[in-house]
């Protein structure tokens, strides 16, 4: 491409900036794959191919809050009563490729640099910030997120148009057909999305709207798995199923690749509406993990009929407890089996509002294994688009979440034991509960401004703690 074509294409993206501010009920916020189709240089309708970015740079705050004790005999889970600062920053590029029809790769190299409040301890189903993952570091972190094969095959039914994104060609689908989907992926591209609570660079910041908080999907500490799924289309109705890798210790980053022993499995039964014209969606959700996991109340009887057995003693996976008076999940693990069915809810009020509701119910005998500690939780709150104060692009919404535990979770917590966020020597148990406020802002073509308040109270399922503030700030662009 000659050094004219170069200055005419960034002379052409302003152009398209300009034009996207002046009109902004255009959807489009991807200037440069639109540049490269006004030029004739790539086809938004048909793609071969596309590429785009997205950067995040989230700053928490969280206030001091009273708390009866802290990391009570010896126990290194409680979230520090101290006001507290951290941050996340993270970089993805998705980049797709059309290989014959219907067969398309997609890669994406992501970046992560994070300091968690409190270590990311102390808080469960209500973690401040989705971006933490468990295993993140102030330096830098380059890692490649997503690697995946996608076949589509047509079945027929109505013909409609699919938008160019991030891991998304743009062209045209049919209202009834199978897609199948291998390589390493997040579950949740495809699994419990919601319009108005899932995109959380762009909506609500605290995890808990993220997914159901009680969704112990099989994931790596960075919330990634390897494995396949599949989708059956048939007009409304979809049903999705998969089989996933899970890690080979809980919460930890190596994953178990044999996933005809150790696994995560999930259906979700699908079905969208219209009420009054506006659209909705229910989805019904289940999963089976088979994990070497820990029992609490096998870790319980463990301790009781051999004292020895207690937190500081285990030489295998633990969670470094210096509670010598504590059971551990560590002399209980083996295969055990973990089940949990949900069901999630969206549905449009008016064009610029829309409601969302989640829910979900696990078994709660086993640890968490690779998400929060939640054995049972909600979610359910509104987003409303800047419309009626003429900022079409802005949004706000307002969310209320809680989580709960099994009574056999809470025992084991009240004798000190810990899992791999919570834990404070013992346990005046109350559900955790959240409210999460965010105003975004558009503020150039492709970059938004978001300010977050979120009010938690019983962090970690523990009323002698709390409540707190938490103060978020989000820049999010995208190209």
Same mark, same amino acid.
């Given at each position: 491409m000659?050094?004219?074509k170069?200055?005419?294409l ?10 996207a501010?002046?009109?902004p ?7 440069l ?6 030029h004739?240089w790539?086809?938004?309708k048909? $793609?071969?191919w ?6 995040t ?5 969280k ?11 010896? =126990? ?14 993270? &970089?993805?590029s998705?980049?797709?490729? @059309? ?6 790769? !997609?890669?994406?190299p992501e ?9 990311? /301890? ?5 973690i401040?910030?989705?971006?933490l ?15 995946i ?22 062209? =045209? ?5 199978f897609?199948f989907?291998?390589?390493? &992926?997040?579950?949740?591209?495809i699994f419990? /999305? ?5 995109d ?10 993220l997914?159901?908080a009680a ?15 599949? *989708? ?6 979809? &049903? ?14 190596? @994953? $178990? ?5 150790y ?8 079905h969208?509406?219209q ?8 989805k019904?959700l289940?999963?089976?993990?088979r ?5 609490f ?15 500081t =003693? ?9 509670n ?6 560590c002399w ?5 089996? /973990?089940v949990g069915?949900?069901?999630?809810? $969206?549905?449009?009020?008016m064009?610029d ?7 979900? !119910?696990?078994?709660?005998?086993? $640890?968490? !294994? ?14 409303m @688009? ?12 307002l969310g209320?979440a ?39 802002c558009h ?5 938004w ?16 703690r ?11 662009? *995208?190209?």
């Amino acid at each position: 491409m000659s050094i004219l074509k170069i200055l005419s294409l960034c002379v052409s993206i302003y152009a398209t900036t300009a034009q996207a501010e002046n009109y902004p009920d255009l959807e489009d916020e991807f200037s440069l794959m639109a540049t490269l189709s006004d030029h004739d240089w790539h086809d938004l309708k048909d $793609e071969r191919w596309n590429v785009y970015s997205q950067g995040t740079y989230i700053s928490s705050f969280k206030s001091a809050f009273p708390a009866a004790y802290t990391n009570l005999n010896g =126990t290194p889970n409680s979230l520090s009563p101290k006001s507290e600062h951290g941050f996340t920053a993270t &970089f993805t590029s998705y980049v797709g490729l @059309k290989l014959w029809q219907g067969g398309e790769v !997609y890669a994406a190299p992501e970046m992560v640099s994070e300091l968690p409040l409190s270590g990311l /301890k102390g808080i469960s189903g209500a973690i401040q910030n989705f971006e933490l993952q468990k295993n993140g570091s102030e330096s830098s972190t380059w890692y490649l997120s997503r690697l995946i094969y996608r076949q589509t095959l047509s079945l027929g039914g109505s013909v409609s148009e699919v938008k160019s994104g991030p891991m998304q060609l743009g062209g =045209t689908v049919d209202s009834r057909r199978f897609i199948f989907t291998g390589g390493t &992926f997040s579950i949740l591209d495809i699994f419990d /999305k919601n319009s108005y609570a899932g995109d959380l660079r762009r909506q609500f910041t605290n995890m808990a709207f993220l997914s159901n908080a009680a969704y112990d999907f099989a994931a790596d500490a960075r919330g990634y798995t390897t494995g396949f799924a599949g *989708e059956i289309y048939f007009d409304d109705w979809a &049903f999705r199923f998969a089989r996933i890798a899970g890690p080979i210790n809980p919460n930890d980053l190596e @994953k $178990e690749f044999n996933i005809l022993k150790y696994y995560g499995d999930q259906v979700e039964l699908e079905h969208k509406h219209q009420i009054k014209g506006q659209s909705g969606a229910v989805k019904l959700l289940g999963f089976r993990n088979r994990q070497r996991s820990g029992s609490f109340n096998e870790a319980i009887e463990a301790f009781k009929a051999d004292p020895n057995k207690n937190a500081t =003693t285990c030489t295998g996976y633990n969670y470094d407890s210096a509670n010598t008076n504590a059971p551990d999940l560590c002399w209980a693990r083996k295969p055990n089996i /973990k089940v949990g069915a949900g069901i999630n809810i $969206e549905q449009g009020i008016m064009d610029d509002l829309g409601v969302f509701f989640r829910g979900m !119910y696990s078994d709660g005998d086993t $640890e968490v !294994y690779s998400y929060v500690p939640a054995d049972r939780s909600i979610s359910v709150g509104a987003s409303m @688009k800047g419309l009626r104060w003429g900022r079409l692009k802005d949004s706000i919404g307002l969310g209320y979440a809680q989580s709960w535990i099994s009574t056999q979770h809470v025992a084991y917590l009240n004798m000190g034991g810990i899992d791999g966020f919570i834990g404070d020597g013992k346990i005046n148990y109350q559900p955790e509960q959240v409210v999460d406020l965010y105003y975004q802002c558009h503020v150039l073509s492709s970059t938004w401004v978001t300010l977050d308040y979120q009010h938690l109270a019983n962090p970690a399922y523990n009323a002698d703690r709390g409540p707190l503030d938490i103060y978020n700030a989000r820049i999010h662009f *995208e190209f």
